[in-house]
């Protein structure tokens, strides 16, 4: 960029702490050095965390001399000042106008500053702010608040930080308790508070404007909204998110032009300003106005990442090169996806945040080992996908959180909720139900325990991630690998529930072992990322059914028609026939019983169930109550009235699998495989499924009656 001339060869900084402490290199980089200005007589002890001297020319402590402070900076060449923080708004404008130098001027200084002035200036400039009154008395707050019918009210210092001393009342009981705390009481930025200010309470969304100015002409430097927790006595002035928005449109338009008032209103002219507006039906309303740039360095961090520039930056090019700043184009703030940052009030969310895809920045306070205090820690979170963001919000606010079941009352205890969550997921109903989750771990002795990760949003179960801890090969991992698509189990298309479930796993369970897994499982697409899926692969081969029965037989081979009709054929002339079967088909008959009967009969050794205990459990214990429930369907070969084959259907989403059937050696000779395989593709047509999903293995008779195979693996 060229640079206008001359520039300050050396600049004052008053109070370079929050984001002022990022000045002095921003400086740096145009060849200015600072000079640091404190308007106290040493560093503050909440400051002396992030401030670093060596990155002054000089250090000047307030010794309550004005004239020497000028001198003193004449000396060093100092012919630009600025305020780095709340704290030196005041000296700054004080020492500008010593020096002669660009600045706001004193006459208006305490307005800056002060709440109850600042709003009292607004309105004699026709801008909008609170009703309000400062006293020193809680007679006159009270009478003012009933008089006027102004509850509830805010009570607040009249020249503090942030949140300090600020609270929402709605009784008087809360006015007297919210007066007592404030009252006579010194704030964390020094002042004592002679007086309470009380200003009507407004409804609405808070949104920050953040400018730059120079020579009386404003230039829009951010645009954010505030996101708030529910407000109540002590949480009013506290802050859940803050949002980065585009400084373009209609909204940033008005919030500028009402910012411009109040800035023209208050004589600021020179430097940055920090202004909060709350909008509710009547309009845009003044909260209050900093004379100085936001917050601290996150805020400038995350802005220069979304659009390459910031508040911080612009001030910077407003002192070294005002000319040539002045007739910069304006640059919307770009914004794909979005960009928030998260206070985390939640430690346990440790290890969390940090695996959410828009995790950009994680910091966290306090020292290891030690209580986390109130704000655990700030995220920043930015994301090219709005879905992706506002998933990763729910976690990082605490809205959805995670909790562990790792016994089996705990987790039999829930099986209502997990079977309603079932019903509205894309999960396989049989592989995804508690019924197959507790008889795989009951089937599996010594050494697996229960390690369920259930997902909580406002107190509703929201996920489930149906884990086990196998002690002996010290991992976690699914229930059992003999379920063809596991997964994790939450409502369809929620994000959010599924990314923390993986999440917080993740992050508590470093020898995490998923295997046979879709590609497009919930569970996969919830990281954010490209899914891998690593060794152990099978191929489950499907029928698309998509466009009906007579579409899918026409695009069978010849051959596979002429000898599935012979097959039809045969079956008939024996009096065999293939049919969907309802519980009450069963009547007293242990249908467990009987399918593994046939499996034996059929199969004898090599059959799944009777080499697999967790296979056997399935049958035994939770396919009676799938089949009651409708998650499983049964077809079975009928000869005359006595059952002779079963074949096993679980349901799905989307579609119908075909998991595993048996027959009577009697009638192997009838092809009872294809005759149920027939009946089950069928049904799944009525059904309006959009295809018979024959789950893993590529055995020949399967690959007849399919057209498209899917990979199932184990997710890296």
């Known amino acids: 960029m060229r640079r206008s001339l001359p520039s300050p060869r050396t600049l004052a900084i008053v109070d370079p702490y929050d984001a002022g402490t990022m000045l002095p290199a921003a400086f740096a980089r145009y060849g200015v050095s600072s000079v640091m200005v404190g308007s106290t007589p040493d560093i503050p002890g909440e400051e002396t965390v992030s401030f ?32 780095g923080s709340e704290r030196g708004v005041i000296l700054a404008d004080r020492l500008a106008e010593g020096l002669g130098a660009p600045g706001n001027g004193t006459a208006l200084s305490p307005a800056r500053r002060d ?16 009703r309000q009154l400062q006293s020193d008395t809680l007679d006159a707050i009270l009478s003012w608040s009933e008089a006027g019918g102004h509850w509830p009210i805010v009570l607040k210092p009249r020249c503090s930080k942030g949140a300090d001393g600020v609270r929402l009342c ?30 009507e309470y407004l409804r609405g969304r808070e949104y920050v404007v953040d ?21 109540d006595y002590d949480t009013l002035g506290l802050l859940a998110t803050k949002e980065l928005l585009a400084t373009d449109g209609p909204l940033a338009n008005r919030l500028f032009d009402f910012a411009k008032r109040v800035l023209d209103a208050l004589g600021i002219r020179h430097g940055a300003g920090h202004c909060e507006i709350i909008v509710d039906d009547v309009g845009p309303a003044l909260v209050e106005i900093g004379a100085r740039l936001h917050g601290g360095p996150p805020a400038h961090l995350m802005s220069r990442a979304v659009s390459g520039d910031s508040q911080l930056d612009m001030l910077v090019r407003s002192c070294v090169a005002p000319s040539d700043f002045l007739a910069e184009e304006p640059i919307p703030t770009v914004r794909a996806g ?125 996920g489930i991630f149906p884990l086990v801890r196998d002690k002996e090969r010290s991992m976690a991992r699914f229930a059992t690998p003999l379920s063809d698509y596991n997964d994790v189990v939450v409502a369809v298309g ?100 009987l399918f593994l009967e046939m499996q034996d009969e059929r199969f004898g050794a090599r059959s799944l169930f009777m080499r697999d205990p967790i296979a056997a459990a399935f049958v035994t214990r939770g396919l009676p109550r799938l089949f009651r429930d409708g998650d499983v369907l049964l077809f079975g070969l009928r000869a005359e009235e006595r059952l002779v084959g079963l074949n096993i259907c679980v349901l799905g989403a989307a579609g119908l699998g075909y998991w595993n059937a048996g027959f009577r050696s009697a009638v192997a000779a009838f092809s009872p495989g294809t005759l149920m395989i027939h009946a089950a593709l069928r049904e799944a047509c009525v059904q309006g499924f959009s295809e018979l999903d024959f789950l893993r293995g590529e055995e020949e008779y399967k690959m007849k009656w399919c057209s498209g195979a899917r990979e199932i693996g184990r997710l890296s």
């Open 494 to 593: 929620d994000l959010a529930a599924a990314r923390c479930l993986m999440a917080f796993a993740r992050g508590r369970f470093p020898n995490l072992d998923l295997a046979c897994v879709r590609a497009d499982a919930d569970c996969a697409l919830a990281e954010g990322r490209p899914p891998f899926l690593t060794d152990r692969k099978f191929l489950c081969p499907f029928a698309d059914l998509s466009d009906g029965f007579d579409d899918w037989l026409a695009s069978r081979s010849p051959r596979f028609r002429e000898r599935l009709g012979q097959a039809e054929r045969r079956a008939a002339a024996q009096g065999l026939r293939a049919a969907r079967l309802e519980p009450r088909d069963f009547g007293t008959q242990d249908l467990s019983a």
């Open 338 to 462: 979005g960009a928030t940052m998260v206070l985390l009030r939640d430690g346990g969310l440790k290890g969390t945040i940090e695996r959410l895809p828009s995790a950009w920045s994680v910091v966290w306070n306090g020292r290891e080992g030690g209580s986390l205090p109130a704000v655990a820690g700030l995220a920043t979170l930015i994301h090219a996908d709005r879905a992706d963001l506002e998933a990763d919000l729910e976690i990082a606010t605490g809205r959805l959180s995670c909790d562990l079941l790792t016994s089996r009352d705990a987790v039999a205890a829930i099986v209502p909720a997990w079977r309603s969550l079932l019903y509205r997921s894309r999960c396989n109903r049989a592989f995804g139900s508690p019924a197959r989750y507790l008889a795989a771990l009951d089937a599996q002795t010594g050494g697996v325990e229960p390690l369920v990760v259930s997902a909580f949003r406002d107190g509703v179960l929201a």
């Open 115 to 130: 709440k109850f002035l600042m709003i009292e200036q607004l309105r004699c400039h026709g801008v909008r702010g609170p």
């Open 211 to 231: 400018t730059v100015s120079r020579d009386g002409r404003h230039r829009l430097a951010g645009l954010w909204v505030y996101g708030k927790p529910a407000p």
């Open 52 to 83: 670093d001297p060596a990155e002054f020319h000089r250090l000047l402590f307030w010794r309550d001399d004005i004239d020497a402070t000028v001198a003193a900076l004449r000396e060093d060449g100092v012919d630009s000042v600025i305020a």
């Open 170 to 199: 709605a009784s008087r009981e809360a006015v007297v308790r919210a007066f007592r705390d404030i009252h006579g009481r010194v704030d964390r930025l020094g002042f004592h508070n002679d007086t309470v200010l009380a200003q």
